[in-house]
Structure formats: C-alpha cells, structure tokens
C-alpha cells in the first residue's frame, strides 16, 4: 500500500427511505475544510437503490464529486452487500479519507469496511484536523472511558483513514448557490453470497415528536424532577419557548421517558441554542451530550453539582417550584412582546 | 492468620451487597410499615438458591462455607433486617438439626426441598413458661403405636405460618429433665397442628412470629429426630448456629446505620457547616465504626470456628453478645446524630434502632450468653 | 448448539471521577465489572442454553485479571472460560483485538458468537463486526430479541427510528444492546463452582495463528498520539438564596438577554 497514491476527502451519503441523513450533510461541510488542508477535493459516496435524484443536493452541501452506486442490493440497509460495494469503491477510488456518521448504520458499515480493508477506524470523533508536521495525516480526536477523557488518534501508515462522526457535532455549511458537482456512476456486481442477512420487516417507530438533536430550545429533566408527572413542568416551558423536552439518562433507565429523548454519552449529543437543565446533577457522560450549547442555564436543589460547572446560569433552588413561575413569565414577555 | 477473603467469598459478597441494594432494600420501609412477611424476597432467593448457602450440592445446598452465608445474613441485614431473620431462621435453625442429627431417609426427604427453598423452615423451642428456661418444656410427645401425639402450644416462633416444617421440641420422659426432651420434624399439614396468635413486635415486623398449637397432633414415629431425649442437645448445638446468624444480623443493621447516619452527616448542615465537622459527630463515628469492626471479627471468627471447630459455642456466644450489644448502641447513637429526623419514619435509622433491640433477647438472651461464657471461664 | 460470548473486564466508567486539582482520572477503588452490554449477551446466550439446552463458552481478550470477568460469568451459569492473554497483545487497538479474537474463536466450534455492542471504556462499537468480518460470517449489530429456529437466527435490528426484523444462518455474530434484557445474578453455588470447580483455559500467542504484524501495538493501523481531559469552561455564575419567583424572573431576565425570546 503506497500512502501517496491515496487522495481525496470521502464521505458515506447515508439514505434511508428516500432522504439523505443530516450528518452526511454535516460531514460535507467538514471535509470540506479537510480537503481545503489536504489540498484535495471532496467527493460523497452514495449507495442504494434508485437513488439518483438524490445527487442533487449535495454539491451545495460541499461535495466536489459524487461516486454513486446503485443496486437492488442496496435497497434497504444490510452490513454485507454495503461493505462489499463500499470497499469496491475504496479499491477502485483509494481516497485518503473516508467519513461516515456515527449512526446505527455508520457504526455497523465502517468497521466491517475497515476490517475487510485492513485499515484504521476511529469511532465517535468529537474533532476533526489535518497535522501541520508535513504528512497531512488526519488527526481525530474522541472521548473515551465515558467521555472522561479525549484522545487524539491517527492512523498514520494504512489508507484510507477512516472516522465514524456523531450528528450534530458538524456544522453543515450554508449550502452554495450554483453548486454542482459530475456524477461518477460505479457499477458494482454485488454477488449473492453477500446477501446473507434476510430482511423480513421493516417496522417504524411512531414518533410525533421532534428530533432533539433537531431542536433548538431543550428543556431538559433529571432525576430531580422527581416523578415522571412532573415532566409536565417541563413539557409547559418547552411549549413557551417552542423548544422540546429532553432527559438524562436517569429518567430513561427509570422508564419515565423513552430512549429517544436521552442525552448524553449513550444517548444523543446536542447543540442547541439554549440547554436547560433542571434536576440534573451533571453526571460526566451527560455533559458529553450537551456541553456544546450555546447557552446552559440550569436548576439544581444541590449547589455542588456538577452541572453548574458548566452552566453559563446557575440557579440553585427548587425546579420544580421554578419551572411553573418561569413558564409564565416566559408567555407573559412573548404577549407582551406582541 | 489471614484476614483477607477468598475470591469466591469476595466475588459472593459483591453479589450479596449488590442483590440486598436492588431487590431487597425498595421494599424495606414499605414490610416494615405494613407489618407483612417479606414474600418478595423470599421468591427472589429461591430463584437465585440463597435458600441453602452453606449446605452440601449433594442435598441441593449451594456447598459455600459458613462465612459466606453468614455474610449473606450481614448484607440482607443491612437494609432489611426482617429480610434476614427470615433467611437465617430457616437456614441455620429450621435445616441444619436435619443434616446433623437427621437419618438418611429423613435428609434425603427434607433437605433438597429446605435447600432448594421449595421448603421454608422453623425451629419451635419457646413456651410460654420456657424462654430462657428452654428446659422447662411444657409441650408433651407419647408414643402411641407408629406415631407420637403432641400436646401443648410453643410462642414467639419465627416464620409461623410460612414455613412447610419445623424443628418442634417436645417431652418424652418428663422424669428425665432435659434428657428428658425429644425433637421432632413436624409438618405444616399434619393432623392436629395449627398456627395461632400473630405477636405485633417492637421490631422486624414483617418476621412472621406466631404461636403454634398442638392438639392432640399426629407426628409419624419417623419424624423423631435423632433419638428420643436426645432433643436438648439438638436445640442447644442448632442454637450455636443460629446465634452466629444473630451476631451476623446485628452487624449488619449496625453497618447499615452507620451507613446511613455517613451519608446524613455530611449533608446536614447546621451553624453553617455540616455536621461532619463537629468534632462531636467525627468521634462517635469513630467510636462506632471501630465497634462495629470488632463485632465484625467476632462474627467472622465465630463463623470460622463453627465450620473447623468441634465445638463453636463459645465463640458463638461471645459474637451474639458483643454483636447484639454493638447493634443496639450504635443504631441508638446513629438516631441520635440525625437529631429530629432520626425521629421519623422518613429516615431508616428509627426502624433500624427497633429492629436491634431483639438480637439482644432472641436465641438465647444477652445474659444467657454470659451465663454461656461464664460457665466455661470458671469451671 | 455452541455459543460464544465474548466479554471485556472494563473499569466501571460511571464512577470514576476527575481529580479537580489535577484534571488526571481517579482510577483507584474503581470497580472492575463485566461491561454491561456484553453482559447483556451473556444473558441472551444463558436464556438459549435454558430453553434450547445450548452450550455456553465465554471468552474474553485482556491481562490476566480480567479472569475474575469470567468467573463471574462462569458463576451466572456459563459452561467454559477462555482467556486470551500475552504481553503480545497488549496496546492492541480495535483491528488488532479483532483480529486476535477471530484467531482464537478459530480454534473452538461455534455456531452463534455474541458480543456487545459497544464497551464503557472505549466505546467504539467496532470490535464486534470485525470479529465477523475475520470470521467471514454475517454479523447483526444492535440486536434485541433473538429467537433460534434450527440452523437460523431471528434478530430484531435497531436502528435510530425504526427496526428490521432479519433472518440470518448460523454462523453469525450479533451484538447485543444492554437495553436487550435484565442480567441474572450469579448464585452463591455457581460462585463457588466457578472458583473451585471450572478452569479457565488460556490461550496465549503461540496458541494461535497469526503474524506478529497482526497483532498487538504493531498490528494496529491506529495510534493514540495524544490523551488529555476536557479544559473546563470559563465559569458561570451561580445564585442561590432566592425565592422561586425571584428565581424564575432572574432566569427570564437571562433568556432575554441571550435573545432567546
């Protein structure tokens, strides 16, 4: 493997029924900056099935050129038929860089890949940067133990480099107007020993609510709310703020709230503009879900918990005593506003 | 002499210390205050084989030693002491005189069901005139043909009315004294046996503790225990036993208080600052975390002694009395340090400094302990 | 029917804290637990040796105290323990240990090897579907309820929004998620079986066959330059003594300020 024949920044365009993921578009904007330093271009990858009309956003998105495979094998998601197409392209295209989000289908595919190509993978990376030493290596930064540490990782003498990404971790950048980029359709003969995972369902989860990671106001609930009832408080402020409710992971484990709404290490990292925490201590792997806010303001009876490290507002008292008489003061200043 | 443990016993008390947190401690306040038997708990140990934990594989017991179930004892009894006296009635009073004393039909008939947990055991020596006079035994046994009839009524019995059989002492030769007295493996459902009043106690009130009533009871002859006026020499050696489990039971609620009392010294703040800082708080823990650890190596040491030893009475004896008397001055002093709120029910400390009391009076009394250690030191 | 269940000895990551004056962790006193995803998988194999009679090895990559992880599955009513040990292995990252891993389950029969789907220390969630890549067998990541019909296995597959019910044939691997059931305890018995009666097979390098460039420090494509903690935030400002509606129109005054109404 000669390193210096491998050139480019990739990134996996993940899709599921029909729509491109957020942090494909996220991860555009990344390697963008990437492929700046790396003096390279960036090109997205995009597997499945009848899919090419989805080309067309992600030239805005920051992608240079776009590699698409599409195959009845790639209809629906599968870690076999996805990695071989995948590593056919990485054999065919030997790109420095290969990003995927950190989805449940980025953290199945890219390891596979990676295993098949004998090559680095870094799970989770918070940070993303090219070395100033002369060798342009990527350098990827993710926590660790818990999210109680951060490590930075290269993988200096294997190609590509490869790194999962949360969503909501990048930035998308403002799409560009006029971008276009040349579609390189690759046609790749998946053969039917890969296919040997049988999808015989394919149920949704019911979900009315709006992403978190989607959100721009949360409203978030610990074990210090109490009771499951009392997330009504929460849900009222929210209501005023048009934000939405959100939880650690103390309520999800107490089975007050679903899974869906959990920040934090095993949950989901979020960047609103304004986070807050009522009832949460600040547990370290609850931090790592939120920390990137822009504006934490937070309520806790305990005035040494943890969450006020990192809260830009402080108030030690009782949320649930709070919480009623901010969410009127909040729908009187918006009424009065008007 | 080595005072640490082994692996397993390490690995059995995370397991112990992990299992009282989770499954037995939610439900603490709650038997406590309504007074019910801990039936929860009691499935929980069946399903996880708590039921036989130092009893042989080949009699479907768990095979550990006698530390190991003693520090069970220890670990339940930190959150809940009625949770241990159940355990401990059953394992060290209600199933131990079957393995020692028991013939081979009558092993191979109880002691897989006892170990399993499919039975729950009881021991019956207390009468109404026989508490610390154990020998003055009311209740009577005559043989008559294939089975003995049992006349009389024992009170103050743990696990009356849950348990499937119990160890029931009996006089078969009034003439003879205490060689006098017979023991018997008496079913719940034999002809002739009821279970009477329910005592409402001081403390561990979900322990079910209860009279029993022989009227005119059929016991088959097979189900005389060892030899007839064998009975005293059975119920004192099972008492040896049991009181290890008693010393256990009041370590553990003296742990759990201590425990609790840490954790609300540090929070309570009063004139400014916790109460962790007056020096007053910082020397009764002091005090009472090194009484608790001596309680802790009479307890183990007992427990030792009974599994390598002929003979563990002594030691037996002087683990219940120092044990029962730290549990009882430490819960006091832990109520104490909470001031007001050691008061109420809100805090466990209250339910713990009741619950001690009666590990100085069962199985033998503070004083027939010292009558026990006494009697050796000068004869 | 063989199952393999590969476990990691992970320090208990939810209790350790950072030293305040030093920003170093505080790894001392920590607890060792099995981490709780794979012990989520041992109890799904547990469950399938109670209704379908399957035998169960458990198999963990570590340094030699990780034997205690073992016993403790071996007490939780495992068959048979593996432990894969060598200073060889050791600063392996995800490829090597995967890597390693497929050499030693080369050597046993299996028809069904179960990992966790990520562990609390260093949380990448990749060694599972290398292990099966170096297995060459499928591999189902994040599976709840699975069900054995003969020679295949059914998987509920989650993903963020929805789930696939999939069908896959033995041999496979699938990772398990801790929210996929409630571990059994360990019994006292099988506690002290586990110490007194099994033994704990080791597997070291020359055991297996593999190239020295495969494993270990040298074999893995990755490499740690730098770790550090988080520099904290500069400080926020704290009040406490108020009334709650002082509260709540000192935190409306906040909200204005920041525009967020």
Redesign the interface.
Known sequence: MDIQDYKGVYVFIQQ?DHKVAGVSHELLGKARELAGKMETEVTAVLLGNNVSDLCKDLASYGADKIILVDNPALD?????PY?YAMCKVIEKYKPAVVLYGA???G??L???V???I???????CTKLDVAEDGTKNL?MTR????????????????RPQMATVRPGVMQKIKPLENASAPTDKFSVQIPESEN??????????E?HKMDIQDAK?LVSGGRGMGSPENFKLLQNLADA?SGTVSSSRACVDAGWVE??IQVG?TGKTVRP??YLACGISG???HLAGM?ESD???A?NKD?TAPI???????????AL??LP??T???KK??ADRK | MDFTL???QE??RT??R??AEKEVKPLAQEIDEEERFPTEALEKFRK???MG?PYP?EYG????DML?YEM?IEEMAKVCATTSTMLSAHTSLGTWPILKYGTPEQKAKYLPKLCTGEYLGAFALTEPNAGTDSSAQQTKAVLDGDHYVLNGNKIFITNAGYADTYIVFAMTDKSKGNHGISAFIVEKNFPGFSVGKKEKKMGIHGSSTCELIFENCIVPKENLLGQEGKGFVIAMTTLDGGRIGVAAQAVGIAEGALEETIKYVRERKQFGRPLSKFQNTQFEIADMMTKVKAAQLLLYRAAKAKETQKSCTQEAAMAKLYCASTAMDVTTRCVQLHGGYGYTREYPVERMMRDAKITEIYEGTSEVQKMVISKAALK | MNIVVCIKQV?N??E?K?DPKTGT?IREGVPSIINPDDKAGLEAALRLKDTNGAHVTVLSMGPPQAE?AL??AL?MGADDAILVTDRAFGGA???AT??TIAAALKTIPYDLIITGRQA???????????I???LHI?????AEEIKVEGDYI?VKR????????????MP?LITALS?LNEP?????????????EKKIKIVTRKDLDVKDGDIGLKG???????????S??A????????D??E??????E???E?F??
Request: glycine share 6%; proline share 5%.
């Open positions: 599921v629906l998601y599968s870690t076999k990695a989805t449940a289908i953290r199945d890219a390891p596979r990676a295993a098949r004998r090559t680095g993978l870094t799970a989770d350098q926590p660790a133990f818990g999210g109680n540490i951060m490590a930075t990782i290269i993988c200096p003498d294997y040997d995972v049988q999808i015989l369902n394919v149920v949704k989860k979900s106001v703020l899974k869906d290490q503009n304004l547990a370290i792997q920390e504006v934490i303001m309520i005035e006020f490290e990192v809260a830009d507002y402080g108030v030690v008292g009782d005593k709070i008489l901010l009127e003061n909040v200043a918006i | 082994s692996k397993e690995m059995a397991l112990f992990d299992f996880y084989k708590f934990i594989k017991g768990a095979g550990c190991t069970c | 320090p990551t939810n350790v950072l962790l205690t016993r403790e007490a990252d995800t490829w995967a890597h609390i220390d260093g949380d990448t969630a990749q060694v599972g579907p290398q099966a890549e170096n499928p591999n189902i990541s994040y059914t989650q993903f963020e929004d929805r789930y696939h019910i999939v069908k896959a044939k496979c929210e059994r305890y360990m019994t006292p018995g099988g506690i002290f079986d586990a110490y007194r893995s494509p990755t490499r740690v330059i730098k770790t550090f903690t988080k904290p935030k400080a926020g400002t704290l009040v406490s003594n108020l709650p509606q509260a709540a129109d000192y935190m409306l906040k909200l204005q920041k967020i109404i």
